[in-house]
């Protein structure tokens, strides 16, 4: 039971990622595209509307297949990964990146100028940064959750890994003695 309440979890974070994303690239194609850039917070947000055909930083434009194909990988590795969840925090995390990696995946598959090498639509500026979207938001916060879940030795099963034991210890079954193990 609370493995599925996990993977609810996952897949409720998973799809408002995605649907945050979404509904955001609708509305700024929609009134940004083919407009001047909109400064707010004197210039330290800018809305613009730019399509990327490569990845993070427009690294390999031109390679949007590859690309496409590394996110299809991504999404079916989470999917897998997610069997073995019984961490609230990394059902966070792997839902953050799932409904990150789909929503840019999704760009990809539909988007102009062919399927599966659609470009990207970015619409959020900070100084000095790319342009990006919410499903890299989501993808940035769910790879920082991870890493900081992975330092602080909470394992996707809930276990948790010491540094100084080499075993990780399991979580007793929510039935269990206090102070029991499994």
Known sequence: MRARRRMGVLFAVAVAALALDTLSKIA???????????RLLGGLLTLTVSRNSGAAFSI???????FTVIAVGVVVAILRTARRLRSLPWAISLGL????????????????????????????????????NLADSAIVC??????????????IDGGR????RSKPERPSPPDAEPGARS
């Open 60 to 66: 390999g434009t031109g390679m949007t297949i590859v």
């Open 97 to 132: 990146l799932l409904g990150g990696a789909t929503g840019n995946l999704v760009d990809r598959i539909v988007r102009s100028p062919a399927p599966l090498q659609g470009h990207v639509v970015d619409w959020i500026e900070l100084p000095h940064w790319p342009v990006f």
């Open 142 to 155: 769910g790879g920082a959750l991870a890493v900081l879940l992975a330092a602080r030795g909470l394992q």
């Open 161 to 164: 890994v010491h540094p100084q």
């Open 28 to 38: 700024a194609v929609a009134e940004l595209e083919h407009r001047e850039p909109i």
